[in-house]
């Protein structure tokens, strides 16, 4: 990119010092890339649990420094982002939170937002603030080089702070993301984890038994799964390609919203294979017809 | 498109005099247009059910002309394609026998292919050749507005002629698909709708399933939905906006095929469905895992 192009990105109003990115993979590695772009911080310390992971982000040049140990990497930082899988959140925060400096603001990434509460929340000392984010964006690719500072443009991004949060924190964290190009929204952390639950958790969760599925079948038939894939199942396999733990981890920590929406999931499944069965077209094409209308919808929200 | 451009894509070698083309939404129109492209038919006839469709034809002057009444579309063609949805195939076909020269081709382009051999095979007079044929592409949108020349490059197109069907015949329909840019494959139609039922009409029906439950949600997470649908529920939305006659017609007639796969998918989903209730990470995980091969699969088979 030209330094001229450079220059006429919009730069954040109030840099911070020093920023950590723990957990550098897609999300984290993009958030970075955006950051640097949006001059969000003067300093970017990434750190991540896997060794070749850190060796491939200091390759990359995208950090001011790779950190070895969570410790340094948070030490002196006046933001922490948290970008690992929902199941490392308790040990990230027992290792960061004895060198959080009073007035840190520390965030999160995660798909679903309860755990930062659970997890994160209890171990921060007091004077530093947590501010829990989600931005609704990524592919199915995983790992440092699968990150672009674009990813989170036209996006939105879900804030849940409490309502004892410091509103200026919030505010920081807030600048960040809309400098990063999204729209950003504050919300209640259950509320967050159920409408993702319907809108995210239930359809990876669907891709991935439906690609399962394909994959157990007899072998002369799983050849031409792939080769005759682009009839509708090769939208389900791009979801099902998304990283495994990342999923293992939603799915093991929204459980009741995702076993509820599974549930009414079921009943119209029953409603639509008892039509197939006994031949009731007009039951398909009512249902079918009305569900082109939430694609317009989306269509219309810019979202498609 | 610049006129020499237009002369270097190759052209059909032994062209039909006439073609007459049934059903002018989304394929048969997109057909009509490739068609023309590669010089298929020195005159190719349209003719459609709806009137409004009809005259919208016209008004793309796609065709050289719109037949009024389908017996003149048919009339002195000597290829007839049946684009319509399955369940207009036996009316089309008794609409259609009486007109038909000898040596005539019939193909059509149908998502299932029984219903050719049982709906339009028996109608067909003496020494006219039926070749069944699916071109494995297609949007979500309808009409004949919706349709683009380049919509078969890079696509397959599966055959299901039976063996007593004339060779000559059909190397004449695959010739116009190849032409299209499609790649031609010969197979039997059971085998055909059985993988077509795995790989299109599952994640077909869970589409619609999906985005129809989404819609019965309450009030305040319906609009959120929509907005926040990024997030993996997008991919869904965009299948289930396919033509609900259509897809109406495509699970009547594939009954069988698609309720064995959607037995074998719910004891997939009940095993997920209870990983996640006991909380058995490892049993995500390694599914997960599974599930990421096929996508690079598909990658790999450049269908993605």
């Not at 982000?57 to 002196?76: F, K, M, P, Q």
Request: glycine share 8%.
């Amino acid at each position: 990119m030209s330094a001229a192009v450079e220059t006429a990105i919009p730069q954040v109003q109030r840099p911070f010092a020093r920023a950590a990115v723990i957990g550098t993979g897609h999300i984290g590695s993009s958030l970075i890339r955006a950051m640097r772009r949006v001059g969000a911080a003067r300093e970017i310390i990434g750190f991540d649990a896997s060794e070749a992971v850190r060796q491939r982000l200091g390759e990359l040049a995208i950090v001011d420094s790779v950190a070895h140990d969570i410790a340094t990497a948070v030490g002196g930082a006046d933001l922490v982002v948290v970008a690992t899988p929902l199941g490392a959140y308790k040990a990230v925060a027992e290792a960061i939170a004895p060198h959080l400096a009073p007035g840190t603001i520390v965030t999160d990434t995660g798909s679903v937002k309860r755990p930062a509460m659970r997890d994160i929340a209890p171990a921060i000392p007091q004077g530093v603030h947590l501010v829990p984010g989600h931005p609704i964006a990524g592919t199915e690719n995983s790992g440092p080089d699968s990150g672009f500072a674009e990813l989170f443009q036209g996006r939105w991004c879900i804030l849940t702070p409490i309502a004892s949060t410091d509103p200026d924190a919030v505010e920081r964290v807030a600048a960040i993301w809309r400098a990063a190009g999204s729209m950003v929204e504050l919300m209640d952390p259950d509320h967050h984890d159920q409408v993702l639950a319907i809108t995210s958790h239930l359809p990876h969760l669907i891709a991935y038994t439906i690609v399962g599925t394909a994959t157990d079948l007899e072998e002369h038939l799983k050849a031409e799964v792939i080769r005759y894939s682009a009839s509708g199942f090769r939208d389900f396999t791009r979801i099902a390609a998304s990283d495994p733990v990342m999923w293992r981890d939603i799915f093991l920590n929204n459980r009741d919203a995702v076993l509820e929406m599974l549930g009414r999931l079921y009943e119209d499944l029953a409603i639509l294979q008892r039509a197939i069965r006994v031949g009731d077209g007009e039951t398909l094409e009512a249902h079918f017809t009305r569900t082109r209308a939430i694609r317009r919808g989306i269509v219309e929200a810019k979202q498609a």
